[in-house]
């Protein structure tokens, strides 16, 4: 059996559906090379069968607004002294800035590159989005890891 130590100070992102700790480790877009990062996948649970869980060491500012997006299922627990100090249960966020990206090439994002990708949740049970300007729709039910933006591509649209 793998066993991985208890963090003292830092964010352990815990019940990600089995499969989605990879596309949540990639839209934190965290710096590895400053921080101690244990990702474990497919890992035992009662509640779930199996599960993915993320240990992140010494950070606890992460933006997690949006996260209930790619797995509404899985808790944060904020981390100091070895103890579990906050429980954060996702949810669905309302209203996305910047993370959903619109793939209507008439859409006023896909001509303006610094217009914001601004979606609003239609229907909660079936993860639909709706684009604020073009009234497209987005279901984050299924093969949707395209329509995720990555925090690189939003730095990069920042700066110009």
């Not at 009662?46 to 209930?68: A, E, F, H």
């Not at 954060?88 to 859409?107: F, M, Q, S, T, Y």
């Amino acid at each position: 059996m793998l066993v991985i130590n208890s963090i003292e100070k830092g964010i352990v992102i815990d019940h990600i559906t089995a499969g989605l700790g990879a596309k949540i480790l990639n839209y934190l877009d965290i710096d590895t090379s400053e921080h101690m990062i244990a990702f474990i996948m497919n890992a035992p649970s009662k509640k779930y069968g199996r599960k993915d869980m993320i240990k992140i060491n010494d950070v606890t500012d992460i933006d997690l607004s949006d996260l209930g997006l790619i797995d509404p299922k899985a808790t944060v627990n904020i981390i100091e002294g070895h103890k579990v100090v906050k429980k954060i249960r996702l949810e669905i966020p309302e209203r996305v800035v910047d993370v959903i990206r619109c793939k209507n090439p008439r859409c006023v994002t896909s001509i303006e590159p610094n217009a914001p990708h601004v979606f609003v949740l239609i229907d909660k049970e079936e993860r639909e989005y709706k684009c604020e300007y073009c009234d497209d729709i987005v279901s984050m039910k299924g093969d949707w890891q395209n329509e995720i933006m990555r925090k690189e591509w939003l730095r990069n649209k920042s700066r110009k």
